[in-house]
């Protein structure tokens, strides 16, 4: 920990990837990734219900990796107590993580890991822009930064789920409502 203090290493757990792959035998593991938002190409690919990370996995071997789950977890909050930078993401090339979608899983599992909300929340925002080396422009609510905010209708900081609950959002000053947002991703999806 120290080491990636000392050599400022951030850390992207990616925990929604490793959590469909390791409870990748269970049916909410699928149903909680929407697959109705994913694209046409990924459905084709999802169709079966075997992930080809696990394929040759016995139910003992998923037994074995769910039982070690809760260790991975708790190192992801020592990470974090430690102070190693953490961000929030997906990765998208992965079966069963549907774009957006597990976007909010992720931020759900980083609270579930004993990480606060309002943490998570810098973790997926300000974090972020640091990484990518843009926090003079995004990242935070400030003067002179880029218009892009997203408005809720219930406070994640009370529910990191809430993220979910989008009302609108703002980007590069031009406001979408939850309406229009709706119609793009029809749109893409059938794409």
Same mark, same amino acid.
């Given at each position: 920990? %120290? %080491?990636?203090?000392?050599? /400022?290493?951030?850390?992207?757990?990616?925990?929604?990837? *490793?959590? #469909? &792959?390791? =409870?990748?035998? !269970?049916?909410? +593991?699928?149903?909680?990734?929407?697959?109705? *938002?994913?694209?046409? !190409?990924?459905?084709?690919?999802?169709?079966?219900?075997?992930?080809?990370? +696990?394929?040759?996995?016995?139910?003992?071997?998923?037994? %074995?990796?769910?039982?070690?789950? @809760?260790? $991975?977890? /708790?190192?992801?909050?020592?990470?974090?107590?430690?102070?190693? &930078?953490?961000?929030?993401?997906?990765?998208?090339?992965? @079966?069963?993580?549907?774009?957006?979608?597990?976007?909010?899983?992720?931020?759900?599992?980083?609270?579930?890991?004993?990480? @606060?909300? #309002?943490?998570?929340?810098?973790?997926?925002?300000?974090?972020? %822009?640091?990484?990518?080396? &843009?926090?003079?422009?995004?990242? +935070?609510?400030? /003067?002179?930064?880029?218009?892009?905010?997203?408005? =809720?209708?219930?406070?994640?900081?009370?529910?990191?789920?809430?993220?979910?609950?989008? *009302?609108? &959002?703002?980007? /590069?000053? !031009?406001? $979408?409502?939850?309406?229009?947002?709706?119609?793009?991703?029809?749109?893409?999806?059938?794409?």
């Amino acid at each position: 920990m %120290a %080491a990636l203090v000392k050599n /400022e290493v951030t850390v992207d757990p990616n925990l929604v990837v *490793y959590e #469909s &792959i390791i =409870f990748g035998n !269970k049916a909410v +593991t699928k149903r909680r990734m929407r697959l109705e *938002y994913a694209t046409e !190409k990924q459905k084709i690919q999802w169709a079966s219900d075997i992930n080809p990370t +696990t394929f040759i996995w016995s139910d003992d071997d998923f037994m %074995a990796v769910q039982n070690v789950w @809760p260790k $991975f977890v /708790e190192f992801v909050r020592l990470l974090h107590d430690n102070g190693i &930078i953490l961000t929030a993401g997906s990765d998208l090339i992965n @079966p069963w993580i549907t774009p957006g979608v597990a976007f909010h899983r992720e931020l759900e599992l980083l609270v579930d890991s004993g990480i @606060p909300s #309002s943490e998570v929340i810098k973790i997926a925002t300000r974090n972020g %822009a640091i990484v990518l080396g &843009i926090l003079d422009k995004a990242g +935070t609510i400030e /003067e002179g930064r880029t218009a892009n905010l997203v408005i =809720f209708n219930a406070d994640p900081i009370m529910n990191i789920s809430n993220t979910k609950e989008i *009302y609108s &959002i703002m980007f /590069e000053g !031009k406001l $979408f409502s939850k309406v229009e947002l709706d119609n793009m991703l029809k749109a893409k999806v059938n794409n």
